[in-house]
């Protein structure tokens, strides 16, 4: 046991390293699911546990999964942009590519072990949450130098899971995040002006930050055809980006958002699963994401208590998938994701480089075992291209017009699992 233990370290660690190439945006900034099987199926699992991913999104799933160690890699890739129209300076008025980087990893990384028939252990490593954009060009609105921003996101969380009976437990799961990062050509805001902390707004590298939370879930069998789930994730506190206290809210701060949900699973025959989420993820509780650019622009400085932010609302995931065994050996999964887009028209010109605007998402996945402790995932995602055209987007005094965005993404991902 000591050496399986030293082995899921070292694979742990090796997963951490690779943190800096995650990079993630389809329900707002957060994935459209955790762990490949679960996003394969449209990301719903609230009350359908697979994989030791589970601690990620309901930690009460881990007393239903048994004995398991899943690793995997997903390749997310986004075709973003942006379009300016109507500005005073016809130089402006263009499109523009922000694709410079396209392909990104995201690793993942779940342990399960069941201490006792009604205590469950659990480890979940994932990158859940992030944004990129990297144009490749300058955007002389904005500034100087090539515009872009990336912001990556780690989870890690120890969870635990209690049944209290055979057909129900309860879960709680500790989020320990890491996060970090960086922005480049914003020139034209790094003043005394415009930045309440000139010098840290643009152009600084990355800077990292660390915080915590907590993830708590019940799951339960209501019968032999219907499973229910339900969880709720607190705002994870994190420090403050220090080198970019001058461009985001409350001198730096950039938390994560508390989230809930709920769950059901019909197995209608042996063999099929239909499930069915519903989440919502509750931007506006965070100032640097939910602040508004106007009024706020005019009456405060980016970086102070109520400064401009990027106008995010919430959003609403609705998730719907299907598993089916074909045979023995293989099950192929499908779903859909839908997430309704966060950015209001009049807020499309500082989301210029966080486009996290689209909203339909078609999945499909499936495993294969290889032997009865052995089993391969795959899972592919489509997000479809959406725009959202910008309305009073532009204030006069940068030259007004219009900020036009464009999102659509894809990624594939490959794991194994190991059931021991």
């Excluded at 500082?350 to 996945?365: D, K, L, M, Q, Y």
């Excluded at 294969?368 to 725009?387: C, L």
Aim: one cysteine or more.
């Amino acid at each position: 046991m000591r050496s399986k233990g030293v082995r899921i370290l070292t694979v742990a660690i090796a997963t951490i390293i690779l943190v800096p190439m995650v990079a993630s945006a389809t329900n707002g900034y957060f994935a459209h699911g955790v762990g490949l099987k679960a996003k394969g199926m449209g990301g719903v699992s609230l009350a359908y546990p697979q994989d030791a991913l589970i601690g990620g999104t309901n930690p009460a799933g881990m007393a239903f999964i048994g004995n398991r160690f899943d690793a995997g890699v997903d390749v997310f890739r986004p075709d973003r942009g942006c379009e300016i129209t109507g500005s005073m300076n016809p130089a402006f008025n263009t499109t523009y590519d922000a694709n410079d980087e396209q392909n990104f990893f995201m690793p993942e990384l779940g342990y399960s072990k069941a201490v006792s028939d009604r205590v469950a252990l659990g480890l979940s490593l994932f990158g859940h949450g992030g944004m990129n954009t990297s144009y490749t060009t300058p955007l002389g609105l904005l500034g100087s130098s090539d515009l872009g921003i990336d912001l990556a996101q780690m989870f890690i969380v120890p969870s635990v899971a209690y049944k209290f009976n055979e057909q129900h437990a309860l879960g709680l799961g500790v989020n320990v995040v890491w996060q970090r990062f960086k922005a480049d050509g914003l020139e034209n805001f790094d003043n005394d002006v415009n930045s309440s902390n000139p010098g840290k707004v643009t152009g600084n590298d990355y800077d990292n930050s660390t915080g915590f939370g907590a993830r708590i879930g019940y799951m339960g069998r209501l019968n032999e055809m219907i499973m229910i789930g339900a969880s709720y994730q607190t705002t994870t506190s994190m420090g403050e980006f220090d080198e970019y206290s001058g461009l985001f809210a409350e001198e730096g701060s950039f938390d994560i958002p508390s989230n809930y949900g709920v769950g059901v699973a019909v197995m209608p025959m042996e063999g099929l699963v239909i499930a069915a989420d519903v989440t919502q993820i509750l931007f506006s509780e965070v100032k640097s994401i939910a602040n508004p650019l106007l009024p706020n622009a005019f009456d405060a400085q980016l970086g102070a208590e109520d400064g401009p932010g990027f106008g995010w609302e919430d959003v609403t995931a609705v998730k719907v998938g299907a598993s089916m065994s074909v045979t023995p050996k293989l099950t192929l999964r499908g779903g859909y994701n839908y997430g309704g887009q966060p950015i209001p028209a009049s807020e499309t010109l500082f989301n210029i480089v966080a486009p996290g605007i689209v909203e339909h998402h078609a999945t499909f996945g499936g495993t294969y075992a290889i032997s009865e402790s052995v089993e391969v995932t795959f899972a592919f995602m489509h997000a479809f291209e959406n725009t959202v055209e910008g309305d009073a987007s532009i204030p006069a005094p940068y030259g007004g017009g219009e900020a036009d965005l464009t999102m659509s993404q894809d990624s594939f991902g490959l794991g194994v699992g190991w059931l021991f």
